[in-house]
């Protein structure tokens, strides 16, 4: 499918999606979609479950922390089509939060874990929201934020 062709069909399915036609450039010509996070799950699942999609692979799923909001990028291929797209979602700074995509793509699991304990993002409905890699106690510390202090290492971004 032509990267057109990917645009018409995700705009028939989710009107409210726009492109970023500036950074395709970074990407190697993958469409980019900027979706509300309230529009997520209804993305994911049509990326997932329609056959002329078939985005079945999720290879990468991480956070941006761009100061004045969060960025949500996941990038996804179809193994059957032969097709990338990149996903991306602003959540709000001080509360972020997105459905996850867990119970679609399983390598989300780990993921959204290490993107919740990294930057404090809530990922609505995980089966199993808690620390992957930090010890006990960095609960909310998140230390992947730019407002991240580190009174013992002097860390500040």
């Not at 900027?34 to 078939?54: C, D, G, I, K, S």
């Amino acid at each position: 499918m032509t990267r057109e062709a990917l645009q018409t069909k995700i705009l028939e399915l989710l009107p409210a999606a726009t492109f970023d036609e500036a950074a395709d450039t970074n990407t190697n010509g993958w469409p980019i979609i900027n979706v509300a996070p309230a529009n997520w799950p209804v993305l994911a699942r049509h990326l997932y479950f329609n056959e002329t999609l078939h985005f079945d692979f999720l290879f990468c799923l991480t956070c941006v922390d761009w100061k004045t909001h969060l960025g949500m990028v996941y990038h996804l291929t179809s193994t059957l089509h032969r097709h990338n797209i990149v996903v991306k979602a602003k959540l709000n700074n001080d509360t972020p939060e997105i459905e996850s995509v867990s119970s679609i793509w399983q390598t989300a699991n780990f993921h959204e874990r290490e993107v919740y304990e990294m930057f404090g993002v809530q990922f609505i409905h995980h089966p199993d929201l808690r620390l992957l890699i930090l010890p006990d106690g960095w609960e909310g510390r998140n230390p992947l934020r730019k407002d991240f202090e580190d009174p013992v290492n002097m860390i500040r971004l």
